[in-house]
């Protein structure tokens, strides 16, 4: 998995699998957010627009990620 931001842009985009030589199909779920699903059905990955509002809305401005064993919040920087 790799986070990707954008603060120019304000756009993240959570790459779940490699990118491949097939063309993924892309769907809006709204105007921030889009899923890329290869042929397989599976999610190449996850676009969020106005990054910053959704990533601060939960979990108290941190990324919180539970890795099997492993807990760990990363406190996300202000929006400049």
């Known amino acids: 998995m790799h986070l ?3 603060p120019v ?3 993240a985009y959570i790459r779940l699998r490699e ?3 097939v063309e993924a199909e ?3 779920l709204s105007d921030e957010v889009a899923i890329d699903l290869a042929p ?3 999610i190449h990955g996850i676009e969020l627009l106005n990054a ?3 990533l601060r ?3 108290g401005g941190r990324l919180v990620l539970d890795l099997a064993e492993r807990h760990i919040e990363v406190p996300l920087p202000e929006p400049a």
Do not use: E, K
Request: hydrophobic share 30%.
């Open 4 to 6: 990707s931001y954008d």
């Open 40 to 42: 397989d059905g599976s």
């Open 9 to 11: 842009r304000n756009i």
């Open 19 to 21: 990118a491949t030589s």
């Open 57 to 59: 809305a939960a979990d």
């Open 26 to 28: 892309t769907i809006r």
């Open 52 to 54: 910053n509002a959704q």
